[in-house]
């Protein structure tokens, strides 16, 4: 069973950072991303990355977000720069075993998902 653990959101004000961690407690190479979801909007993938650090992003957060990982401490985080106030969401770290997902960003290819955090961006 697949397992992931994210930090805790937090609240921040708008050019802020933030950065957000998610422990994937299971073996073997996984793909993982981040989604997120507003209020009263579909959720959306932002930023992907795989066993060996090929990254994908959103085109809303290229520049601002970066996805990382620690892969002998099976950790992804995702650096939350320059923070707008349409950043406002519930996050979502996700995990696929790698080999079978072709859209990294689509939810639909994920079968394991976090709790979700929350991330308030004041203007």
């Known amino acids: 069973q697949v397992r992931l653990q994210e930090s805790c959101g937090a609240a921040e004000q708008s050019g802020g950072s933030l950065r957000l961690s998610c422990e994937l407690y299971t073996d073997g190479n996984y793909i993982m991303a981040w989604f997120r979801q507003a209020r009263g909007k579909e959720r959306e993938g932002i930023a992907s990355i795989d066993h060996n650090g090929a990254t994908k992003y959103k085109d809303s957060v290229k520049g601002r977000f970066t996805i990382s990982r620690d892969n002998a401490r099976n950790i992804v985080y995702l650096q939350m720069d320059s923070l707008k106030p349409e950043d406002t969401a519930m996050y979502y770290c996700?995990?696929?075993?790698?080999?079978?997902?072709?859209?990294?960003?689509?939810?639909?290819?994920?079968?394991?998902w976090g709790q979700g955090t929350q991330v308030t961006v004041s203007p």
């Open positions: 996700a995990a696929e075993r790698e080999g079978g997902v072709w859209n990294p960003l689509q939810g639909y290819e994920y079968n394991s």
